[in-house]
């Protein structure tokens, strides 16, 4: 595939992870005219992104198993579709039921789209660069925070929601259109990040583990980020808007920054944005009542939060024990896990111990996340079956139940493996024979 066709792919398959992050949103900026619309209180409209959480919780793992074998291009040409015609019937939709269920149908495609992008975008380019194609991926996404929900909330209020779902329906349409067109058509399971390189399950569990606890650090602050910048940062409620913009900005810069760095040190770099997220977080509950702190420890905040994610994905692609798509929808499911717990426990906060509380206790849950990662190091190296030399063919070498190695051979390994008849022959019978060959010929024929 050419530099510059995959360039292409990898943005459109960006630009879905801008799309599916901003569908999952929307109703958060719209909600008080989906309300309206709807004849439904705004609480209720609140159950159109609960419910569409739930769903990817749910779904993102049995989903990626039954769709293991599934060509990716025709995978992600197939999820797009759904999305485009989700999107569509929320628009259309006469009352709030028929909504509900077309936005968790949306979710359900969202839940495998995230399981299998990473490793697709990662196929396109050389191994040393998957850190880089992460980021961007993810960059679509956070994109998708800083810009895509905030414009869907702006165009929903000039010409209506129902117009921002179709909008996004549309841009839905020309991402598919996209990535049928340019994404090569590799069978399921095939290339460099088809699997772990270096597959590791202590590794991957712990992986799992800190995604879910740094999330729920990340999400019991953010959530309440609007009432912590006013309540106690001093600043008037127009100004939230911007607060929030820029630290869209300073997530958008995390994530590119941090992708050479997963190329290189994956480990550390997701060590290193926990770190930042949890000092962030304290210092924000320490001097939070300074505007100008206040604002930019969220954007420091935010900043860590969207590196730490592209880690994720790039470490998934590194210690997956099997494949790396199953591998991927086990951390979406940590990372959507954590993104409701956070939530939860940020509102059962609030009202007893104030909004102070939830930077507070974000902070101490993402220390906790760094702990766990930092205890990578005290894991022995994962063991790496030894290379078998001397067989060509459609070999195959893998560790059998009791990890000890097997290998089964292949028609041309065999082949070489059987001794010819030659070869099978006693020593000095073979010395014969070179003695032989080597005596004058005396049969004339020269």
């Known amino acids: 595939m050419t530099g510059k066709r995959a360039v292409v792919a990898l943005l459109a398959l960006s630009g879905g992870t801008f799309l599916y992050v901003t569908n999952e949103a929307l109703p958060i900026g719209l909600m008080l005219p989906l309300a309206a619309d709807l004849a439904v209180p705004p609480s209720r409209v609140g159950m159109l992104v609960t419910a569409y959480g739930a769903v ?78 992460v980021a961007v991926v993810f960059a679509g996404s956070t994109a998708a925070l ?133 000092v962030a977080l304290l210092a924000l509950y320490a001097g939070g009542h300074l505007a100008i702190a206040a604002v930019g420890l969220v954007a420091v905040a935010g900043l860590a939060f969207a590196a730490l994610t592209t880690a994720l994905g790039g470490l998934v692609l590194e210690v997956a024990p099997g494949r790396s798509d199953i591998a991927a929808a086990a951390v979406s499911t940590a990372v959507n896990v954590g993104i409701t717990g956070g939530a939860l426990i940020g509102g059962l906060l ?52 009791d990890g000890q190695l097997r290998q089964r051979v292949g028609p041309v390994a065999m082949a070489e493996a059987t001794p010819t008849r030659s070869a099978r022959r006693p020593h000095h019978a073979r010395r014969d024979d070179e003695l032989r060959d080597r005596a004058p010929c005396t049969d004339g024929g020269g």
Do not use: C
């Not at 799992?208 to 940062?233: I, K, R």
């Not at 008037?236 to 997963?262: C, D, E, H, Q, Y």
């Not at 007893?352 to 190091?377: D, H, I, N, P, Y």
């Open 56 to 133: 990817v919780v749910l779904a993102s793992i049995p989903l990626t198993v039954v769709t293991r074998n599934v060509p990716r291009r025709r995978l992600l040409s197939v999820l797009l579709a759904g999305f485009v015609v989700t999107a569509v019937v929320s628009a259309l939709a006469s009352s709030f039921w028929l909504m509900l269920v077309a936005r968790m149908a949306g979710a359900a495609t969202q839940a495998l789209y995230w399981a299998v992008v990473v490793p697709t975008a990662a196929a396109l380019f050389p191994p040393h660069l998957r850190g880089r194609a």
């Open 350 to 401: 609030l009202p007893g111990f104030g909004v102070r509380s939830t930077v507070l206790v974000g902070g101490l849950l993402s220390a906790a996340a760094v702990l766990l990662a930092l205890g990578e190091k005290l894991l022995p190296p994962a063991r790496t079956p030894a290379p078998v030399t001397g067989i060509r063919g459609p070999d195959e070498v893998s560790a059998g139940p």
């Open 146 to 278: 800083a810009v895509g929900v905030p414009a869907g909330a702006w165009l929903g209020e000039l010409v209506g929601w129902r117009v921002t779902f179709l909008a996004v329906g549309g841009l839905g349409l020309a991402a598919l259109m996209a990535i049928a067109a340019l994404l090569p058509s590799t069978p399921a399971g095939r290339g460099h990040s088809a699997r772990g390189t270096t597959p590791d399950a202590r590794r991957f569990w712990l992986l799992v583990a800190v995604a879910a606890l740094a999330t729920t650090g990340a999400l019991t602050a953010y959530t309440y980020v609007a009432p912590f910048v006013t309540e106690v940062g001093g600043l008037v409620p127009a100004a939230v808007g911007t607060v929030l913009l820029v630290r869209g900005v300073a997530s958008m810069l995390g994530v590119l920054a941090i992708g050479p760095v997963v190329d290189r040190r994956p480990w550390l770099a997701l060590t290193a944005t926990v770190a930042v997220q949890s």
